[in-house]
């Protein structure tokens, strides 16, 4: 699925170019980039329907909605500057 909108004159669009067993591979403003599952793995068992919904949040990043995931283009070019961090709060801890 492609999503185009337009934000002052300029087209920006994101697409889902490919899903296969190992990642997913995207194509956010005219730049194809692959996501591995090792990456996001919470993309792994989403469904296909979900995965296909990503659209252009803002000039500087993409968003499934329907798997409340938002990751910046940045992150993409350079996922180097971006690794994988959990970020606990209090609330991960009540009751134990």
Not at 10 to 26: D, E, H, P, R, Y
Request: charged residues 20%; hydrophobic residues 40%; without cysteine.
């Amino acid at each position: 699925m492609q999503t185009t909108s337009k934000n002052n004159s300029v087209s920006t669009s994101a697409s889902v170019l490919m899903i296969n067993a190992q990642g997913i591979m995207l194509s956010v403003l005219g730049h194809d980039y692959f996501l591995s599952y090792n990456r996001i793995p919470w993309m792994q068992d989403a469904p296909i329907r979900s995965v296909l919904n990503v659209q252009m949040s803002g000039p500087e990043a993409i968003e499934w909605p329907d798997l409340d995931v938002d990751l910046e283009i940045e992150s993409l070019q350079h996922p180097e500057r971006f690794p994988l961090v959990i970020k606990r709060n209090e609330l991960d801890f009540v009751g134990t």
